[in-house]
């Protein structure tokens, strides 16, 4: 019996039919992987966006407006700017011979120990912030009994209730004031906040976001890369829109629009540049005037 084989005519259209399939399965799998590629160099710039955003808004969303202003600086080009940023509330109970004592609330008793005091608040009855720096160090606990003893307010500290922390007194420096604070007088303690977008030491070459308490001298990056759009504006009076512009005076600032230009640190397969992710919110301030 005879058995016939392929011919060689067979064979080339064979090769060729294989070679287009096969040229085919790799376009489509280098195309899948390049796809793959661009979509994690988007995820990898929004992450960049959205992993600060919790820690701008925390801390700017606590900043009052008024005279003076929360906003303490900006530099042009909304890429430094500095805030004072309140981190525990109380009340005053006695303002003598340059020491303030005062009643912090329950929640905020721990922090009065925090790193980073720059000094504290009072608020008058038409609702102005007066701001005191700290020309000493840092707070330290209070003298319970000018509490107890305020007159006529009659102020005391908090006691644990249900099983919730206590209240704590602290004993803050700083100049007198005549008149002084009434007795009973809402207050806060601050820290001085440089927020900036500057050279990144995470990954070199790039713009990174950096936060300074001014009074220690704390840095840390916050995240990297950053396009170089990323800045501030600044919402001014009863505006709308935000404006580039770094306004004169601060006080008329009543709010910030954060422009977090993420970028991923590579640039992605089939791609000149690295990938840039456009992400906008807006934060505004406590104490707004009507």
């Known amino acids: 019996m005879v058995r ?19 040229t085919a399965l790799i376009r489509m799998t280098l195309a899948q992987a390049r796809f793959m590629d661009q979509q994690e160099a988007w ?9 600060v955003i919790n820690r701008l808004v925390s801390d700017l969303r606590m900043v009052v407006t008024g005279v003076p202003s929360g906003l303490e ?10 805030v004072r940023v309140p981190y525990a509330f109380g009340i005053m109970c006695s303002t003598l011979a340059g020491l303030t004592t005062v009643s912090l609330l329950p929640v905020d008793a721990t922090m009065f120990s925090a790193p980073g ?18 020309a000493v160090g840092p707070i330290t606990p209070g003298t319970p009994g000018n509490c107890t003893a305020a007159i006529p307010s009659q102020i005391y500290t908090f006691p644990a209730l249900n099983g919730s922390p206590a209240g704590l007194t602290a004993n803050l420096t700083g100049p007198a004031f005549v008149p002084a604070p009434p007795v009973g007088t809402i207050m806060f303690l601050y820290r001085r906040v440089r927020y900036e977008f500057k050279n990144s030491v995470a990954v070199p070459g790039r713009l990174g976001l950096w936060r300074t308490t001014l009074s220690d001298g704390a840095t840390e990056e916050l995240a990297a890369p950053f ?3 990323a800045r501030v504006n600044f919402y001014v009076l009863d505006n709308a829109t935000a404006q580039s512009a770094v306004p004169v005076p601060l006080t008329d600032v009543r709010g910030l629009e954060l422009v977090l230009n993420g970028m991923s640190e590579r640039t992605p397969g089939g791609s000149t540049a690295p990938k840039t992710v456009n992400v906008t919110t807006s934060v505004f301030f406590e104490n707004r005037p009507d």
């Open 43 to 51: 995820r990898s710039a929004r992450g960049v966006s959205r992993s």
């Open 227 to 229: 396009d170089n759009t």
């Open 117 to 134: 005091y720059s000094g504290y608040a009072w608020r008058n009855a038409a609702g102005v912030y007066t701001y005191v720096a700290s």
């Open 4 to 22: 016939r084989g392929f011919t060689l005519i067979e064979l080339m259209l064979s090769l060729i039919i294989t070679a287009i399939i096969g």
């Open 73 to 82: 600086a900006a530099v042009a080009g909304g890429q430094d700017f500095t």
